[in-house]
Nanobody, 124 residues
C-alpha cells in the first residue's frame, strides 16, 4: 500500500522559512508525479505545487511562485517543499499527494494517494 507521511510543519514567524518533507513507502516512487496541496481553516483544499516523476518540470500556483520550491529525491523516496518568506495567510494543513504517470496533474481529484497532512502555522 502506497503510504505518504508528511513532516516538518510547525510554528514559524512571518518572513521565516520552513521545509516540509513527504516520505513515501512505495519502492517505485520515481514513477509518480508528486504535489503539495494545502487547506486553511474553513477553506477548500487548494493546489500549491507539483513536480514530475524525474523532477524535470515543476508547476506552482501564483501565490507560491518565487517563495516556494518543490523538489524530490527519488533515491530517498521523498518530496520536499521549501517555503520562504512565509505569511500568516500561508497557515494551513499541508498535504502531499502522488499520482502514477509522466504528467503534472494540478487538480485534487487527479491524485490517488494522499498523506494525512502536517500543520503549518505562521504567526504575525
Amino acid at each position: 500500500q502506497f503510504q505518504l507521511v508528511e513532516s516538518g510543519g510547525g510554528l514559524v514567524q512571518a518572513g521565516g522559512p520552513l521545509r516540509l518533507s513527504c516520505a513515501a513507502s512505495e519502492r517505485t516512487f520515481s514513477n509518480y508525479a508528486m504535489c503539495w496541496f494545502r487547506q486553511a481553516p474553513g477553506k477548500e483544499r487548494e493546489f500549491v505545487a507539483a513536480i514530475t516523476w524525474n523532477g524535470d518540470k515543476a508547476y506552482y500556483v501564483d501565490f507560491a511562485k518565487g517563495r516556494f520550491t518543490i523538489s524530490r529525491d527519488n533515491a530517498k523516496s521523498t518530496v520536499y517543499l521549501q517555503m520562504n518568506s512565509l505569511k500568516p495567510e500561508d497557515t494551513a494543513v499541508y498535504y502531499c499527494a502522488a499520482e502514477y504517470g509522466l504528467g503534472l496533474p494540478r487538480r485534487n481529484n487527479e491524485y490517488g494517494y494522499w498523506g494525512k497532512g502536517t500543520l503549518v502555522t505562521v504567526s504575525s
